[in-house]
T-cell receptor, first 113, second 115 residues
């Protein structure tokens, strides 16, 4: 089975500062990794995903994440945040053979003007 | 674009009522999922379906049932709603082995309040 840990439940950051949202996973098999964003009162929207290949993955809205197999991490980064990035962010893992996704508990990012 | 729709954005029901939440996807996806989302707990899987008439229990199936009579539609049923089922319910679908690379696509969610 897989599991996902998002180490920070809340991350406040000033506008135009860089941000990193941390995600660690546990799995005994090869995995796919995902970051989703959820705007208020909406469903989840995919930011980026890692399936295979390059460990640095670029997504929408200037976000990127790096897959680190040895540390079993998939941290999300953005070099300069905007107030529009204020939202809830979820990390998820899926095995490459299974049907289920496993989600972290979410990180609430607040960008302060 | 993949589209997942849910029948209601907001729903208010009374304790003991039978509640149906409907989800429809338009991409011929094999897999469909129902989650509930609560503050501090993230998304928890209630049930998923990998084909028509096929279903599997997720992590928290108690108090819920599901129905998948057609590939595009996946229904979540609360047989007798209780106040602890007040939550945001999210439906998702996922292709398998398709060009969509196995991500889940989510509906907008239904915020259910049970009084």
């Amino acid at each position: 089975a897989q599991s996902v840990t998002q180490l920070d439940s809340q991350v406040p950051v000033f506008e135009e500062a860089p941000v990193e949202l941390r995600c660690n996973y546990s799995s005994s098999v090869s995995v796919y990794l995902f970051w989703y964003v959820q705007y208020p009162n909406q469903g989840l929207q995919l930011l980026l995903k890692y399936l295979s290949g390059s460990t640095l993955v670029k997504g929408i809205n200037g976000f990127e994440a790096e897959f680190n197999k040895s540390q079993t991490s998939f941290h999300l980064r953005k070099p300069s945040v905007h107030t529009s990035d204020t939202s809830e962010y979820f990390c998820a893992v899926s095995s490459n053979t299974g049907n289920q996704f496993y989600f972290g508990t979410g990180t609430s990012l607040t960008v302060i003007p | 674009d993949v589209k997942v729709t849910q029948s209601s954005r907001y729903l208010v029901k009374r304790t003991g009522e039978k509640v149906f939440l409907e989800c429809v996807q338009d991409m011929d996806h094999e897999n469909m999922f129902w989650y509930r989302q609560d503050p501090g707990l993230g998304l928890r899987l209630i049930y998923f379906s990998y084909d028509v008439k096929m279903k599997e229990k997720g992590d928290i199936p108690e108090g819920y049932s599901v129905s998948r009579e057609k590939k595009e539609r996946f229904s979540l049923i609360l047989e007798s709603a209780s106040t602890n089922q007040t939550s945001m319910y999210l439906c998702a679908s996922r292709g398998w082995g398709t060009r969509l690379d196995n991500e889940q696509f989510f509906g907008p969610g239904t915020r259910l309040t049970v009084l």
